[in-house]
C-alpha cells in the first residue's frame, strides 16, 4: 500500500481544481503544530528535561502543569483542529461524507468551512504574540514566566514551539483559497 492509497482513504482525495500549493499548505499545518505537542508530551509526560519550574508567583498561577492528562488531551485536540484544514482541499470539505446522518452526501456551504476556519486563523494569531511574551520572559497576563529553560532546553523549546506562530498565515491562505475556488473567484 502507498503512502498515496493510505492518504486517500484517511481524507478522500483532494477536491478538483485545488493547486498543489494548496495542498502542501494543508499537510504542513497539521506538521507545524506537531513539534510542540511532542514537546509537551515529552516535558510534562515523560518527565524529560526539557524545562524547569521556576519560583510560584504571587496568586498561585499555574501556568500548564494541570496534569498528564491535560497535556495529552491539549496536544491531541491541538492535532485534531489542525488537521480540519486538510477538509479546505478535500473531498469531504466539499461534500458530506456519507457516514455523516442526515447531511452525508450533501454540498458543504462554502460560509459553514470559512466561518470556523477563519475564526480559527484570527484566535490562532495568539501564538505569535505568546511566543513574543514568552522571549520577554512573561506570560500572556503579564504574570513572571514559571517556564524555566537555560542553554539546549531554551534552543529546543523555540525549535518545538515557534512554528506555531505559522499555523495562523498558512490557515488564513488556505481559508482564502478554499472560498474564492469554491465561489469562482479568480485569483488576478
Known amino acids: ?13 483532494t477536491a478538483a481544481g485545488v493547486p498543489r500549493w494548496a495542498v502542501l499548505v494543508a499537510y504542513a499545518i497539521p506538521l507545524v503544530v506537531l513539534p ?5 508530551i515529552a516535558g510534562f509526560v515523560f518527565h524529560v528535561p526539557l524545562l524547569e519550574f521556576g519560583p510560584m508567583p504571587p496568586g498561585g ?12 488531551l491539549l496536544s491531541v485536540v491541538s492535532e485534531a483542529a489542525a488537521f480540519f484544514a486538510v ?7 466539499e461534500m458530506w461524507p456519507r457516514w455523516v446522518p442526515v447531511l452525508g452526501g450533501r454540498r458543504v ?10 475564526l480559527g486563523a484570527l484566535a490562532l494569531l495568539i501564538f505569535p504574540y505568546a511566543m513574543t511574551r ?8 503579564d504574570a513572571p514566566l514559571r517556564l524555566v529553560t537555560h542553554g ?22 488556505l481559508t482564502v483559497h478554499y472560498h474564492r475556488r469554491r465561489t469562482k473567484k479568480s485569483f488576478g
Open 134 to 141: 514568552i522571549g520577554l520572559g512573561l506570560a500572556i497576563d
Open 87 to 93: 477538509g479546505l482541499v478535500s473531498e469531504w470539505g
Open 1 to 13: 500500500m502507498t503512502v498515496r492509497t493510505i492518504l486517500r482513504k484517511a481524507h478522500g482525495g
Open 36 to 40: 510542540s505537542s511532542l514537546w509537551r
Open 152 to 173: 539546549w532546553q531554551t534552543v529546543i523549546f523555540h525549535v518545538m514551539y515557534w512554528p506555531l506562530a505559522t499555523w495562523s498565515p498558512l490557515l488564513a491562505l
Open 109 to 118: 456551504p462554502v460560509m459553514a468551512a470559512v466561518i470556523p476556519a477563519g
Open 61 to 72: 498561577h499555574k501556568g500548564l502543569d494541570g496534569g498528564w492528562w491535560y497535556v495529552l
